[in-house]
């Protein structure tokens, strides 16, 4: 948390730094190991021990397996019911995205760094939520041409449509679906960066209340610190909940894709 004459700055957070001493620019690139490369790797370990020890595969299933076969099963559920039997083939696709986008939420929220360093929301960026985004959109383009070819293009033109309306149609509902990675990307950023922003201004008050005396601890670090810990639940929640959102609108798109009609 950064602080200059008594200010403390809730941007700071975001602040993305290398680690590794000075920036590793390469061909005028900057390929610094930065702290959000650091913090996507905890996530991929996190999640890499998390289903390691889900995995034994025993005949009675202890509550760690349990839970990796309800997190599979919810995401395979999900797209049974959006896209049909066909979405069995993009399950670890989209659980693999559920999963991540979760425990990154997740960990941006923990009390306490690791190595020294403030807990960092990777999805926070909108770098990270768009590339997701757009990886999403691009394998939603593969499997529609992929499927349909040029036929895919009908997508855009609903049944029905008289004919003098098909070319508005066509072009409105053409930018409608282009723009589909950067609202799937700006709504998971903007979740994420504008609830830890109002839990730093908290913070904020609490240290500040706590400086200026007794007196201020009562009226304002008091209620602040009681509020924050409400935020940080709701937080927990949105973390979940944008984490479904992001898979779920994944699911409809190749349901679109899939599914052309």
Known sequence: MAAEGGK???MHQFLIEPLLGR????????????NSALW???TLVALWLFMLGGMKRELVPGRWQAAVEGFTGFVQNMLTSNVGPEGKRFVPYVFSLFMFILFANVLGLMPVGVFG?????VTSHLTVTGVLAIISFAIVLIVGFGKHGFHFFSLFVPHGTP???IPLIFVVELLSFLVRPFSLGLRLFVAMTAGH???????????????????YIAIVSLPSFVLMIGITLLE????AIQAY???LLTSVYLNDAVNLH
């Open 117 to 121: 360093l403030h807990p960092f929301t």
């Open 40 to 42: 996507m790797v905890i």
């Open 245 to 247: 959102v992001f898979a």
């Open 8 to 10: 403390i700055d809730p």
């Open 23 to 34: 920036p590793w620019i390469v061909g005028g690139y900057d390929l610094s190991f930065t």
């Open 197 to 215: 922003i109002l839990l730093k201004v908290l913070a904020a008050f609490v240290i500040n209340g706590i400086n200026l005396g007794p007196g």
């Open 236 to 239: 927990l929640l949105v973390a």
């Open 163 to 165: 004919l003098p309306m």
